[in-house]
């Protein structure tokens, strides 16, 4: 009888973590297969989750600029806040998802650019930034851009800051790949990194962060212009209707006081609000 | 068909992986035969940390491993492995650091289960003799031991061979990185995917054959 | 302590034993010390880091938790599949017809030769390529894809050497009552072969367990050790804490299994009504390795 007894414990065993999960995986169906349709007034939105000051997962909610561009956006369109349902877009599935319908609309970083305008459409730009370098306080090396052809490098995996400076910047430059952002600051504090590259309103929000406060400095170099547009789906008629939210959103001020909220602590000059359509290249 | 691969160094990713294999190989069978033993052997600080290490490292991800490594050991800590200020170099290193400390763990098993398989009478003769531990293991167990460890150890070596991979997680060039960078950039999915496959299997289906042929050869015949 | 390799210690062999314990913690200690003393000094040990995880609930609940469904909801949807799927192929190894063994023996030697990463890099790319599958769910079932194409192949080497290693008697026994194949395998043979291969098949859940880990790092699988990437961007980038914490958990979890597999074994070994036929734990954890023990 200890057999079937054995047999019988571990049956149940697998039985508890299969429920376990089951309930885990239940609520997050429930909460994903709402999305994508208007009639039972609920709204998908794609954003960033660790990027502080733009779209960063914190206990209580969502936080950051995109999440509070997302928030008027939606808001205008008619939808409270508690009929948004964020989802994590990561770079690399953005025009998928949209393409696929997962998401009404995106705000993640989400730069226009011509070959990403082939596949879906972009309302805004809302925001204009700047690839950038963070740096050490102390660390007078990289003086220009040219200084980085002797940095050492850190970007996100796959990013298209990293390729930017591999293929135009500094092609002599060392680059060090890690799966996010915060990886690279502790080798940024210890001089095992020179720099870390990315759009310089996201280096601002690791910037400011109570810890770092006083150890890292921007470079300033404005290395490319990344015109932060909102993503639609091709052809969507939410994009007239987005771009005339965020053109609201300028003139009552919700967008300084956005811009002061997220990115006032971190000292970032942003630059003025964008004119709709204006896309510097 | 295949003119896409003229673009990527397929040849040198797939070296980096055969690398990777050879030295991470050389390196875990060193520290596996000392943590082996450290756990048989009659110092009970040493028995204890060769337990502990063993299940403390095979129940960690190899990719928690290869990502303190670079992370922990390097960022942080400043260990650099002797190469200098360049990453490619200091990556790969670390990761040939990574898949040794992990690889380690599993040779230590192999050797232990084929220390046990060496009959007591064998031990007891040779301490008889009047040998110490050292030579015991060193003249009379070991050499059996490893003969039977042949065929679990090249296990061991054709999961190393895969586990390279892994090293993909801190951006070493090799051939699962180049594999995912074709994929980014290029429509050939199947094709792609087909070209990679083959490569592990040359790598590691003729190593199980050839080592299970020559674990047979060797096995001490009871 | 005396084993078969060494004698109860006499007064020499005691001495330098206590010399070697001596220096083993001196290097031992001398190396947690700079460990430390460099963590300390870089900032890494600083109480800020590490609070969230000592203090308050709130990096469970927002990050670890979820991240620990996403793992252990990988981890058992590869099993439950895989666990069918090999022991169809396991027992089609087997079968008397060679169209019906070559073909499954084919399947098992390439899945088994082949990378898992490898596998779930090609599962995410031919998913978000060929199917609809959502890009909230592509990362999940890519992971359990290549889990589950390359635990199969493995369980299906559990499966085969689990009925290979009953005593032949068994099969013959029931075959001289005049059952017919199918039914010694499945009345006779699979009921106590799976019994025998309880603990490979827990073991391999180790195993399985820890390969999630990869979509976390390289596809964006938002599991255990992603969670700690997302949680760095929040309490300021405290990634070696974070990571530190996740391996801790990876540990907890995994040796829990293993130890549970090896007590089932001994459990199996010492019941009187088994044929004696265990498959021993340590077997398939090698199998970790690609191949299960008995090849």
Known sequence: ?281 | MFDFLQDYDLAGAVWTTVQLAVLSAVGSLIWGTMLAAMRVGPVPLMRAFGTAYVNIVRNIPLTVIILFASLGLNQTLGVTLGAGGDFKTINFRLAVLGLILYTSSFVCEALRSGINTVPVGQAEAARALGLGFGQVLRLVVLPQAFRSSVIPLANVLIALIKNTTVAAAIGVAETALLMKEMIENEAQLLLIAAVIALVFVVLTLPTGLILGWVGKKVAVKR | MSSVLHDAQGPRAKRRNIVFTVVFLAVFAALLWWVFGTLTDKGQLRWVLWKPFFTGTEAWSTYIWPGLQNTLEAAVLAVVIALPLGAVLGIARLSDHRWVRVPAAIVVEFFRSIPVLVLMIFGLALFAEYTGVSSDDRPLYAVVTGLVLYNASVLAEIVRSGILALPKGQAEGAMAIGLRKGQVMRLILLPQAVTAMLPGIVSQLVVILKDTALGGAVLTFPELLASANTMSGYYGANVIAGYTVVAAIYIALNFSLATFASWLERRLRRGKKSTGAVLRADDVETADAGAAGKV
């Open chain 1, 1 to 281: 009888m200890k057999l079937r007894k054995v047999s019988a414990a571990s049956a149940a065993v697998l039985a508890l973590a299969v429920t376990a999960t089951a309930c885990g995986g239940g609520d997050k169906k429930d909460s994903g297969s709402s999305g994508g349709s208007g009639g039972d007034k609920k709204i998908a939105i794609g954003i960033k989750f660790d990027q502080p000051g733009l779209g960063q997962k914190t206990p209580d909610g969502y936080a950051g600029f995109d999440v509070d561009v997302a928030t008027y956006v939606a808001k205008k369109l008619g939808y409270t806040e508690d009929q948004i349902e964020w989802k994590e877009s990561k770079s690399a599935d953005r025009e998928t998802m949209l393409q696929r319908g997962d998401v009404d609309f995106i705000a993640a970083t989400y730069s226009i650019t011509p070959e990403r305008q082939q596949k879906v459409d972009f309302a805004g730009p809302y925001l204009l930034a700047h690839q950038d370098v963070l740096l050490r306080a102390d660390d007078d090396k990289v003086k220009s851009p040219g200084d980085l052809n002797a940095a050492k490098l850190c970007s996100v995996t796959g990013s298209t800051s990293a390729q930017n400076v591999k293929k135009k910047l500094a092609p002599k430059a060392q680059l060090q790949p890690y799966p996010t952002y915060s990886a690279c600051l502790p080798g940024l504090q210890n001089g095992a990194i020179d720099a870390l590259t990315t759009d310089d309103s996201i280096l601002a929000g690791y910037a400011s962060q109570a810890q770092f406060k006083g150890k890292f400095k921007l470079g300033g170099f404005k290395l490319t212009n990344e015109n932060y547009g909102i993503g639609v789906k091709k052809g969507s008629d939410l994009k007239t209707k987005i771009n005339k939210a965020l053109e609201e959103m300028v003139t009552d001020k919700s967008w300084d006081k956005a811009v002061k909220d997220n990115f006032g602590p971190a000292g970032y000059k942003n630059e003025p609000a964008p004119k709709i359509g204006d896309i510097k290249s």
